[in-house]
């Protein structure tokens, strides 16, 4: 196990509720507060059966969501179901969304779950399965016109950040997937997974320390207890 | 600021501007004195970056087009509303066409004879004319049409109220008890929701304690080492709700 939690760290269950915002923060909070009126529009006319206000939706958040299943997955195809089955999710309950916390936030979280479950799911079945019959499948190139070198290069930085990424606990690694994502600010990160800010940057920093050991291999492997806290 | 577990994830902090001022300033200040602090902030940017690399497949426009299409099936049909001046007036040409045609039928002189269009009492078919009950004159049916006779409409009556004291009475009783009863659930609520702090410092040391976080149970998830130094034995003891400077906040049990 590896600490990942900032120990005695002043955090409050309203995330921000106690930190003094700086400037960039006060910016960010501004346009956020037109992003989420925007989204209370959209969604009000939503719930009233508004088709083209389910479509705004889609189209607005279909790209994160992909990069956020995406980066769990690792797949293309794994990525695009989950979208799907995340939208279908979120349409089906939209008449039940309160707004208490943002559209944004709320339907992040249904992607981040439903990309876990997948990703579990398919851990489960590769544990279970006897005869190692699971063909490796490789990413889609369809989309590809770079050179065979540039992809070859492509694919290997990414087999050897998702292997890193497999050796860093799971919370700590959502928390630093979630971040990569465009546009997901901490205090986004601390509503969707329901924990605090200083939390947040906790998992987040582990995470990368973590990632950088592996990739510089100065880890030697998953068992390894790399930060400073644990070493003392 | 000292050099510290309460400093460090601060750099990841610094390194994405999600810093307040006065934390920015303190780790500006400190990272300026300390090496140590220097590298792992030179660490978490070279991490940052290259995750940054990582590819993600494209996603066409006909893919979301696929998508959109098997998401728009689900969607409930809108709920569809009829004009009822559009429709009134289209069936009143109607009944014009059909007069002209000959076998008139023999429509009143006075305006309030005419069949009326009784809002949302259409006739259930196309060639139906609805008629209401006060029309005096009768409507001979033709060949096109065929006259339907609504049932004579009751009269209003006044709403009469009966006296209430009983059933107000009765009211008052269910809210009080209602009122009671949400009174017992908040002080319930309040109850269950008082959480023990820990302090860190409660938990030996000393590779005594290890803390780990498993999400897929929710939260965080603190075991304690029982059999000393080699790790022997692990059992979950708490939940960690959340952290502060008095220590974790947590939940006893397992989740």
Known sequence: MEPSDVPNREVSAEPGATREPSDAMRRVASQVGEVASEDARLVGAAQEGNREAFGRLFEKYRGTAYGIAYRFLGRREDALDTVQEAFSKAFAAIGTFRGGASFKTWFFRIVTNASLDLRRSRAVRKAGSLDGDEAYEPPSRRSEAASPLVVAERHELKDEIEAALEAIPETNRTAFVLYAIEGVSYREIAEILNISIGTVMSRIFYARQKLQNILTGKDLGPDENLTDAESQ | ?255
Do not use: N
């Not at chain 2, 860190?200 to 897929?216: N, P, Q, T, W, Y």
């Open chain 2, 1 to 255: 600021m000292e050099c510290s577990d309460e400093l460090k994830p601060l750099l990841a902090g610094f390194v994405d501007g999600e810093l307040t001022t006065v934390e920015r300033q303190a780790v500006e200040e400190h990272v300026a004195q300390c090496a140590d602090c220097r590298e792992l902030l030179d660490e978490q940017r070279a991490a940052a970056e290259a995750y940054d690399q990582y590819p993600i497949e494209d996603v066409g426009d006909d893919d979301w087009d696929v998508m959109w299409a098997s998401l728009d099936a689900e969607l409930p049909e809108p709920t569809k509303r009829v004009d009822l001046e559009t429709l009134a007036s289209a069936t009143t040409e109607e009944e014009t066409e059909s007069t002209e045609e000959g076998d008139a039928p023999a429509e009143a002189a006075d305006e309030g004879d005419v069949p009326q269009i009784v809002p949302g009492e259409q006739g259930d078919a196309a060639d139906e004319v609805v008629v209401s009950p006060e029309a005096q004159e009768p409507v001979a049916e033709t060949e096109e049409k065929r006259v339907v006779r609504l049932p004579k409409r009751r009269p209003e009556r006044p709403r009469v109220f009966k006296p209430l004291r009983f059933r107000r009475m009765r009211h008052t009783l269910w809210a009080h008890a209602a009122g009671i009863a949400a009174c017992l659930l908040v002080a319930a609520m309040v109850y269950l929701s008082a959480r023990p702090v820990i302090r860190v410092d409660d938990f030996a040391r000393d590779g005594e304690v290890v803390v780990g976080l498993d999400f897929s149970e929710s939260q965080g998830v603190a075991y304690q080492v029982f059999g000393g130094a080699d790790g022997e034995g692990e059992i979950p003891l708490v939940w960690i709700v959340d952290v502060t400077d008095d220590g974790m906040i947590i939940e006893k049990g397992i989740q």
